[in-house]
């Protein structure tokens, strides 16, 4: 693994324990959401613009998007 996807897995790991406390979830249930809408993928994804932001921003820019892919599931 070179040092770039070191940083996003660090990332990935931060965001998922982050999204866990803010929403008193276990590590499996916050991994669950997170798999079921592709939360990790757009992380990843976007790694670059979003790595730069605050805890808060990220919590929110996650809320945001799962709530987009709920509308496309309905």
Not at 49 to 68: N, S, V
């Amino acid at each position: 693994m070179n040092k770039k996807q070191q940083d996003i897995a660090y990332f990935l790991s931060f965001c998922t324990e982050q999204y866990k406390n803010e929403k008193h979830l276990s590590g499996s249930d916050a991994m669950d959401v997170m798999s079921k809408y592709g939360v990790l993928d757009y992380l990843a994804k976007h790694y670059e613009m979003l790595h730069t932001q605050g805890r808060q921003w990220l919590m929110e820019d996650i809320d945001e998007y799962i709530a987009l892919r709920r509308k496309e599931v309905s």
